[in-house]
């Protein structure tokens, strides 16, 4: 029987090759993306970028650089979690994913999701934060917990979004600090410490219904 680790390498494989929809044939490599199979968060953003998409990893360039700022205010590491996208080839010239493109790459993320089994998921995305947060605007749940299930769901700005407004800088900052937290309120869910009841997850709402600010 195949690991945790060797299952997750199998999915990255068959991403590689997947082409259940066009964004294959426009794009240079399929991002799977990364991290370890026992990661205690889980990133998830929109798509690859121009440099994602050459070099077949996720977050790679300035906004990278910043998420590793990040997560060193909570004594974390990049190789510690595990990111991400909701669609695994880049759109063309980094347009939005169509509804079609997201529900063709679901599978993929699903199974990410339940071999992991991450105590918090981390949204980086409108795409991403639809599946938990219909109709929501992430500048106004941001850093705030839902749960799903035994783990907590934390909408989040995209680190990209601080490289153009420095006020989002301490913003990000304080809502990576509020993780730890969130990771032991899981695991205490985990433990049937909590009596709360799981929230089933939703189907993904129409994209378009949803604003980033």
């Not at 599946?131 to 769901?153: L, Q, T």
Request: with cysteine; charged share 25%; glycine share 6%.
């Amino acid at each position: 029987m195949p690991n945790r680790t060797e299952e997750l390498e199998q999915v990255a494989e068959q991403v590689r090759a997947c082409t259940r929809c066009p964004l294959y044939k426009t794009a240079t490599k399929g991002v799977p993306g990364e991290g370890p199979a026992n990661a205690d968060i889980m990133m998830i953003g929109e798509g690859p970028g121009f440099h994602e998409d050459q070099q077949g990893r996720p977050f790679v360039g300035a906004a990278g650089k910043f998420l590793d700022e990040l997560l060193s205010h909570i004594n974390l590491k990049r190789s510690d979690i595990f990111i991400t996208n909701v669609v695994k080839h880049r759109p063309p010239n980094n347009r939005d994913p169509l509804p079609e493109e997201i529900e063709a790459c679901r599978p993929w993320l699903d199974q990410q999701i339940e071999l992991i089994q991450p105590k918090v998921i981390v949204t980086i995305s409108r795409f991403a934060m639809a599946r938990w947060f219909p109709n929501e605007k992430i500048s106004a749940i941001h850093g705030k917990a839902k749960r799903a299930g035994n783990m907590m769901i934390v909408p989040m700005f995209h680190p990209a979004a601080a490289l153009h407004n420095i006020n989002l800088r301490p913003v990000l900052i304080e809502d990576f600090k509020k993780l730890p937290n969130y990771i032991e309120q899981a695991k205490k869910a985990d433990a049937g410490a909590s009596a709360a009841q799981p929230i089933p997850q939703p189907k993904d709402p129409p994209a378009e219904q949803l604003k980033m600010f």
